[in-house]
């Protein structure tokens, strides 16, 4: 839709909204205006009342943002962005520690703690603002073989399956993903699946291929690969296919996978590679995937992606900003187009 018959229908331009790391000299939550035909991002406004909002999620309205605050404590927040500056809406709930995702499920909020290895669920009142006070905590359990990053469960995102029956929660230290249903209020585990030992889950994302999402892929961070995985909503069970790698060569340093998003017709995925800071793009052939090509990132350390009308963003932490590159939809391969100054930008969520 053009930004003239947006105005028509009564619609504000699109929004684009940047989480980044305070403690790094990040400017909070920024607001940034999406150009209709170019999606290119220019900033209009930010918010510092949340220490560490690392991760973002919005409402289906889209009038209300939720952000983690990566600290330890971790909390919670919730703002009304029907203007330039978002406004919270009443004082952040506890959750776990150094929580690093969110989202939203049942009528709560759901946090993935990395640092207590643990999922809170925080209800949400009608008028979409938080109730003061978590409803359940879920504490993972178990560990890895890798020394220093898999001694204890390190719960790293939490996501909604498409059928809104379960959700699935990512765990980096334990190499599992576990289904999970809400009950009271309360998360409870359904089941848990082993990914290969050592590799490192961090993410993953739904195919769009029917309401039940049959194929999932989950971003490994200890072994720069994609798990393809079957999923059956009806029972929900996930079970692991085979493994791609997202490089093609064994990285010669460091190299951790850090986010994926799945093209809307499904026919590509997208990963994005800190150390190597790269974006590889991976073609859908049947069950499994193909390694096409990687490009660079446009910046240092990108944290995460996200894909919106064609255009996809990254947010660069080191190098502080937010590129975004236009993807050939018979090639899938991204062409940079520009970049914004975000000072240890770690995440992008777009309002469309």
Not at 161 to 184: I, N
Request: proline fraction near 9%; glycine fraction near 12%.
């Amino acid at each position: 839709m053009t930004a003239a018959a947006r105005a028509a229908d009564g619609r504000r331009p699109r929004r684009a909204y940047i989480g980044s790391f305070t403690s790094a000299g990040g400017l909070g939550v920024l607001v940034a205006a999406v150009g209709e035909e170019s999606g290119a991002l220019t900033v209009i406004g930010a918010a510092d009342d949340v220490p560490d909002p690392s991760y973002l999620t919005l409402s289906p309205e889209g009038d209300t943002l939720y952000a983690v605050g990566d600290t330890t404590p971790g909390a919670v927040a919730a703002y009304r962005v029907t203007s330039d500056k978002p406004e919270l809406t009443g004082p952040p709930a506890a959750v776990g520690d150094g929580p690093t995702h969110l989202c939203l499920h049942a009528g709560h909020v759901l946090t993935a703690d990395y640092g207590s290895g643990s999922v809170t669920a925080v209800p949400l009142r009608p008028d979409g603002t938080l109730a003061a006070t978590a409803s359940g905590k879920l504490r993972h359990t178990g560990s890895g073989p890798h020394p220093r990053r898999q001694q204890e469960p390190h719960a790293h995102q939490v996501l909604p399956d498409p059928s809104g029956r379960w959700f699935l929660g990512v765990d980096l230290g334990t190499d599992s993903v576990r289904v999970c249903a809400l009950e009271d209020g309360v998360p409870v585990v359904h089941h848990e699946t082993a990914l290969r030992p050592g590799s490192g889950p961090r993410h993953l994302a739904f195919h769009p291929d029917g309401p039940d999402g049959s194929r999932v892929y989950v971003l490994n961070e200890l072994a720069p690969t994609v798990t393809v995985c079957r999923w059956n909503a009806f029972e929900g069970l996930l079970e692991p296919l085979g493994e791609t790698p997202v490089l093609p060569h064994a990285p010669e340093g460091d190299a951790y996978p850090s986010g994926l998003v799945v093209s809307p017709d499904g026919r590509f995925v997208w990963t994005a590679t800190r150390g190597t800071d790269v974006l590889s793009v991976l073609a859908v052939e049947g069950a499994g995937l193909r390694l096409v090509t990687t490009v660079p990132c446009g910046g240092h350390w990108p944290r995460a992606l996200a894909h919106a009308a064609g255009t996809l963003y990254v947010a660069n932490e080191r190098s502080g900003d937010v590129t975004w590159f236009t993807a050939d939809p018979d090639t899938g391969v991204p062409v940079r187009g520009g970049s914004i100054e975000a000072p240890a930008a770690s995440c992008v969520v777009l309002d469309v």
